[in-house]
């Protein structure tokens, strides 16, 4: 069955660093990739979108890898702050579903 | 726009009773998405419309879940009878196209539903 698999658990950063969260998906060929963030109580909120055929994506401080052959997708914010803070969840889109599936997310914690 | 505007914020129903949660989506988007949200399940998408039109109802656990979308800017999403286990946040969302995002946008979701069925 379609799988994918985020790391569950937290990861604590300094402010400062670079932070690199990992999306792995198996027996899925998406056509569409995207990173959601997620604060405690709100809904998702959308940043970026890279596509099957397009190897990175940048936008200001974020960048996403994306490697159909490893099945996996890389999510880097450089020179993370406190307000980036929240769970990053992986949304792929694609294949024979044709929903977007969203992975269980993963808790980013900055320390000051 | 105010985004995707969800109602009731939180509900805490008995069980047995009906719950009607609501959703406006965004003004222009042409897709809409109903998605639940638990600790062990995470997002699951349990219905989508088109252009007002229900495509995919695959992901409604039952049949106790029902959905409608009566015109462009309001569906809403019903259980009836409740059940503890339908406690869960519900989300909505909504996106200008289903399936190709070719805009590079993804879906806007609203705050959600914190459904309590006790």
């Known amino acids: 069955s379609q799988k994918i698999e985020q790391n569950s658990e937290a990861l604590n950063i300094q402010e400062g660093k670079t932070a690199t969260l990992t999306c792995n998906y198996t027996?899925?060929?998406?056509?569409?990739l995207q990173w959601y963030r997620q604060d405690p109580g709100r809904g998702p909120v959308f940043l970026l979108l890279?596509?099957?055929?397009?190897k990175e994506k940048r936008k200001e401080r974020l960048k996403v890898t994306f490697d159909t052959t490893l099945k996996q997708s890389l999510f880097h914010i450089t020179a993370s702050q406190p307000a980036d803070s929240a769970t990053y969840l992986c949304?792929?889109?694609?294949?024979?579903?044709?929903?977007?599936?969203f992975g269980t997310g993963t808790l980013l914690a900055v320390q000051p | 726009d105010a985004g995707v505007i969800q109602s009731p914020r939180h509900e805490v129903t008995e069980m047995g009773q009906e719950v009607t949660l609501r959703c406006k989506p965004i003004?222009?988007?042409?897709?809409l998405f109903w998605y639940r949200q638990t600790m062990m399940r995470g997002l699951e998408l349990l219905i989508y419309?088109?252009?007002?039109?229900?495509?995919?109802d695959s992901g409604m656990p039952e049949d106790r879940f029902s959905a409608k979308m009566p015109n462009a800017s309001f569906s809403t999403l019903k259980i009836q009878p409740s059940e503890p286990r339908d406690s869960a946040v519900y989300f909505c969302?909504?996106?200008?196209?289903?399936?190709?995002?070719?805009?590079?946008?993804?879906?806007?979701f609203g705050s959600g539903t914190r459904l309590t069925v006790v």
């Open positions: 969302a909504s996106s200008l196209e289903r399936a190709g995002f070719t805009s590079g946008y993804g879906y806007t």
């Open positions: 027996n899925y060929s998406p056509a569409y």
């Open positions: 890279i596509r099957e055929n397009e």
């Open positions: 949304a792929l889109y694609g294949g024979a579903t044709n929903k977007l599936i």
């Open positions: 003004s222009g988007h042409n897709s």
């Open positions: 419309f088109n252009n007002n039109v229900p495509i995919d």
